[in-house]
């Protein structure tokens, strides 16, 4: 079955540092594969989803993720770091034909000022 | 077009008691998941529903839990004699439909957090 791994549980950056947020996945075929950003005692926001058409993908607030089939990679990047980036991000993966999700473990962005 | 509806935003319980957690899909939407996220956890998959059906329980506890979406109203995630290690945060999902073709997402609400006392 497809699985996702993120590779940290903890990122700290300063404040205008590019972020980098790494993600692995498992799957005997391209999946499609999805970026969600949790802030605080919020639910979860799309962040950007790759579908197998680029493999760059951009998403919302700056970010974007490149999907890599020789490595099974899908890291998710920021050019500069902002305060309101502060954050859980989770990789996720669909199975069973979008009849359900696996999450990562997640990764706690903390940014510095 | 309001998001996913999720209610009670918090919710205290003692141990014994019941918990009945509430899921309103965006509105079109007619295919509703519930994850739950323990402490320090990521999100785990408990049940995928259509209306009036069960598609997915594989995720849910044996004994003390059940979902239903019925034809008319939100979809209810209930909880029988709540014990302290059933406090988490609950997250109810809707999209518009499933399959590769659908190339669909998911749309969270921003969750119940139970806490069994």
């Known amino acids: 079955a497809q699985s996702v791994t993120q590779l940290d549980s903890h990122v700290s950056v300063s404040e205008g540092t590019p972020v980098l947020l790494r993600c692995n996945y498992s799957?005997?075929?391209?999946?499609?594969l999805f970026w969600y950003v949790q802030h605080p005692n919020k639910g979860l926001q799309l962040l950007l989803k790759?579908?197998?058409?680029?493999?760059l993908v951009k998403g919302i607030n700056g970010f974007e993720a490149e999907f890599k089939k020789s490595e099974t990679s899908f890291h998710l990047t920021k050019p500069s770091a902002h305060m309101s980036d502060a954050a859980e991000y989770f990789c996720?993966?669909?199975?069973?034909?979008?009849?359900?999700?696996?999450f990562g473990s997640g990764t706690k962005l903390n940014v510095k000022p | 077009n309001a998001g996913v509806m999720q209610n009670p935003r918090h919710l205290v319980r003692r141990r014994g008691q019941e918990a009945r957690l509430r899921c309103s899909p965006m509105?079109?939407?007619?295919?509703v998941y519930w994850y739950r996220q323990l402490p320090e956890e990521g999100l785990k998959f408990m049940v995928y529903?259509?209306?009036?059906?069960?598609?997915?329980e594989s995720g849910m506890p044996k004994e003390r839990f059940s979902a239903e979406f019925p034809k008319e109203g939100p979809s209810i995630l209930r909880i029988q004699q709540v014990v302290r290690g059933d406090s988490a945060a609950y997250f109810c999902?809707?999209?518009?439909?499933?399959?590769?073709?659908?190339?669909?997402?998911?749309?969270f609400g921003q969750g119940t957090r139970l806490t069994v006392v």
């Open positions: 999902a809707s999209s518009l439909g499933t399959g590769l073709r659908m190339n669909t997402e998911a749309f």
């Open positions: 790759y579908t197998s058409a680029a493999t």
């Open positions: 799957s005997s075929y391209s999946p499609s």
């Open positions: 509105k079109g939407h007619s295919h």
């Open positions: 529903l259509q209306k009036e059906n069960i598609i997915d």
């Open positions: 996720v993966v669909p199975r069973d034909n979008f009849n359900k999700f696996y």
